[in-house]
């Protein structure tokens, strides 16, 4: 057992050690954010290496957990002291960096405008600010700019991309297209229309000085404008999202679906899983997490359960009630509880282990990861759920 658990954890740093970037994905709420960062500690404590996890969880929580104050978008440097804390000494360095996507839009602004003119124009623009700050769908391709931008940097062996957290996990696979959409949409074409013609330029100024006098000064002008600007860095926003497909293709890029095992979040992982096969997209592992020990199953579990229900009233409760100084009779109540509602657990766990057998199917690493009895609070947590990532 110890040989083969030995083996397949190798396949998971092999992995990680064959692959210069690894995306992280999966359904809302499910660990995507946990387990990358846990998937970089284990890299740069097994393997070594500059590890780069870039993150889009806005809450300080990952930043606590892995020892640095503040994470933004400039990568930060999770210091060895973090490491040691926790007993080990890293191989290599880890860094972390978060997807402001303010900052993340101002500077691809800069790099696809075609002169300072138009760059001044959007950065200045209120349907802009507004826009930027708010679109949240555009999480999803910022991230991959931000991944392609990074690996060209070449400073990093590995990086590791935690996805945000999107209504649908494909959104992420798709943002580069959309963005392709984007600007060949007649929508584009047709607010931009006013500015591009002459005839339509002098026709729509009443409309626009009467609509912006209701709707509040330059509204509508500032949007057409915005539009129109924007369509000006149409050559390099299309040529940096055919490079970001391309990269997601290329054969160093590896995606990780991270999953429960509850139904919702199982059947999207199955579907993501499938479609990015379809798109010959390669699919590292499939990581279940926080699932149910599969000791939960067992025969002997269940007989445990209706003997411990039979104990409950006896010396047993009287052992533990004075280990624990309260009362046999509460402890028999609390045991009676655990020992009837055993069952109930018993077949979340059977239903968990068959959508496990069934993700276990779409690709050839499936690990799991166990619920822990805390929030994953340290470093120390983050390699005890990694040192789980075995099959
Ligand atoms: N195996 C685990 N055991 C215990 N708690 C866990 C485990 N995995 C994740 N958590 C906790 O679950 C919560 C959600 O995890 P996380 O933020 O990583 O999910 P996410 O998929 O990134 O969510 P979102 O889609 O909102 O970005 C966090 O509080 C985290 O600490
Ligand atoms: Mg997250």
């Known amino acids: 057992m110890a040989r083969r658990r030995l083996q397949l954890q190798t396949d998971l740093d092999a992995l990680l050690a064959s692959k210069e970037m690894v995306l992280v994905c999966g359904s809302g709420g499910v660990g995507k954010t946990t387990v990358a960062a846990a998937m970089a500690v284990a890299a740069v404590t097994q393997i070594g290496g500059r590890v780069l996890v870039l993150t889009v969880d806005p809450a300080r929580r990952l930043a606590d957990a892995l020892g640095v104050g503040h994470i933004g978008n400039e990568a930060t440097r999770v210091p060895d002291s973090a490491f040691a804390a926790a007993g080990v000494q890293p191989r290599g360095e880890l860094w972390a960096a978060m997807l402001d996507t303010k900052a993340g839009w101002d500077d691809l602004i800069r790099l696809h405008a075609p002169d300072e003119q138009v760059r001044e124009a959007v950065l200045a623009n209120s349907t802009y600010h507004n826009l930027a700050s708010r679109f949240v769908q555009s999480h999803d391709y910022l991230a991959m700019e931000r991944l392609h931008e990074l690996h060209s940097s070449g400073e990093y062996d590995l990086i590791i991309v935690d996805t945000p957290p999107s209504r649908n996990a494909l959104d992420i696979l798709d943002a580069p297209r959309q963005m392709k959409e984007f600007f060949r949409s007649w929508l584009l074409r047709w607010l931009t229309a006013p500015y591009r013609s002459r005839f339509f330029s002098m026709a729509s100024k009443p409309f626009y000085q009467i609509a912006d006098r ?171 759920l990694a040192a789980h990532f075995t099959p």
């Not at 055919?242 to 095992?261: C, G, H």
């Not at 959508?355 to 005890?384: F, T």
């Open 214 to 384: 209701i709707l509040g000064s330059r509204f509508l002008e500032d949007i057409a404008e915005f539009f129109m600007l924007f369509q000006a860095m149409e050559k390099g926003f299309v040529e940096h999202a055919n490079e970001v497909e391309a990269l997601l293709a290329d054969p160093r890029t590896t995606f990780v679906v991270v999953s429960t095992l509850e139904a919702a979040p199982s059947y999207e992982a199955a579907y993501l899983a499938r479609e990015l096969v379809r798109r010959e997209h390669h699919l590292g592992a499939i990581i279940a997490n926080r699932v149910l020990p599969a000791s939960m199953t067992a025969k002997a579990s269940a007989t445990s359960a209706r003997k411990l229900v039979k104990a409950a009233r006896g010396d047993l409760a009287e052992q533990i009630a004075e280990q624990l100084d309260t009362q046999p009779e509460i402890v028999g109540d609390v045991l009676t509880e655990i020992g009837t509602r055993f069952h109930d657990v018993a077949v979340v766990a059977t239903r968990e282990a068959e959508r496990r057998a069934e993700l276990s199917e779409l690709c050839q690493l499936l690990v799991a990861a166990p619920v822990l009895d805390r929030d994953v609070n340290d470093i120390a947590d983050l390699l005890e």
